[in-house]
């Protein structure tokens, strides 16, 4: 079958590799209808997230069709229609008794302190081969895969299998209330979801931080109000904009790839100066491409989770969902201990959102699809990486559908 292959950092290609087998009783094997590519996914060919094996085929994100089943697969046979969570858990263990599925004890091969299983990553997340494939193997399926009803698209439901969980997850630990301002820093799909989730959950005013064009009008469509931080300094934008106080809460977005102004008021008005930048670059990412204008590392890794901690009102709350690799140990702790806020971060944990996500688009109250603008065939992936990574006008959220490639 074709499937994409992480082969070093700045290489990947679309690969013909064996199919997957059934390996314990409680997989299941789906032939994949759609898939996406993710935010996550640059990280991961760029170097930001370190730590791949060779040989492991990317991609977190799909909705597909149950094609075999282990003998201990209780919930599900084959021709059923399915969404994957992007995280692998058990089901049985105290973590995810308590939902904590992102924290599961013993989905990851690599041990309880590991991390987050999921597939398509690092060696670290349990080398999971990933879907951005015609077909998958999906341990403990009985937990990682949802049913999904027929009057779910598989558009829609491709968003559920990570970033509209993630988004309405950060919005949750965002504690957003009615009337609560939000701020939401990074306008990529996974902003978009939490955007639209900070108003699900009754925000009265959400600000929406980026740079580029065609994003910012994603978000505005959705009634954000824009903050380009190549125009405005954004943390004063946001403070005058709210009395001098700030949002009640600062959702970071963005992850270790964030950039810094390039132009505008605040360039180089960072906490942060270039030549830290420059070292926190190599810090978190040792290897990664140096020249070029492809696969290139985020130039300040740290800048959105800053611009949150500065942002955000005393006593609030900064919600951290962009990814950040465990190499980064850097974070402004005198500035958010000397505002009392509270500052929560996680791998969502797809399989507790996606059930009561499924019913709000069934009661039409969002469409998630809304923000697919690129609907592309497998056997282009690699050229549609490109254009994500360049984050080439249009391209904010690029569905593949593999059997056309066939
Ligand atoms: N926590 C989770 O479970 C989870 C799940 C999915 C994705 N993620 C992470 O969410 C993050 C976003 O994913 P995505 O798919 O939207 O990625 P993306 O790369 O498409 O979007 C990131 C956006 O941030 C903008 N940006 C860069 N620097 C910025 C800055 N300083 N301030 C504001 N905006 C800035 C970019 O222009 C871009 O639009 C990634 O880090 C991804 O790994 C986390
Ligand atoms: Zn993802
Ligand atoms: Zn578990």
Redesign the pocket.
Known sequence: MKALVFHGVGNVSLDEVDEPVIQHQTDAIIRITASSI???D??MVRGTMPGMKPGTILGHEAVGIVEKVGSEVKEFKEGDRVVVC??IACGQCAYCEAEEF?SCDESNPMGPEAGTAFFGGPALSGQFNGLQAEKARIPFADFTLVKLPDSISDDDALLLS??FP?GF??AEIADVQDEDIVAV????????MAIASAFLMGAEKVFA????PD?LKMAEKQGAILVN?EKVD?VKFLKEQTGGYGPDSCID?????????HKGPAKGNSLLGGLQHLIEQKMVAPWTVMFGDQWRQ?D?PF??LC?CVEAVRKSGVVSI???YPQSSILFPIGMAMQKSLTVRA???SHRKYIPSLIQLIKDDQFSPSQILTKHEDLKDVVKCYEQ?DQ?KPGW?KVELKPNQAA
């Open positions: 993710c935010g996550t640059l990280h992007s995280t992102a990570d970033i993630t997850m950060g820093f990074g306008c990529g799909p996974v902003g978009q931080i980026d740079s580029l994003r931080y954004p977005a963005v992850g270790v790839d964030a950039q810094t102004p985020g300040a800048q959105a611009w969902i962009g990814v996680a791998n969502c994500f984050r904010v």
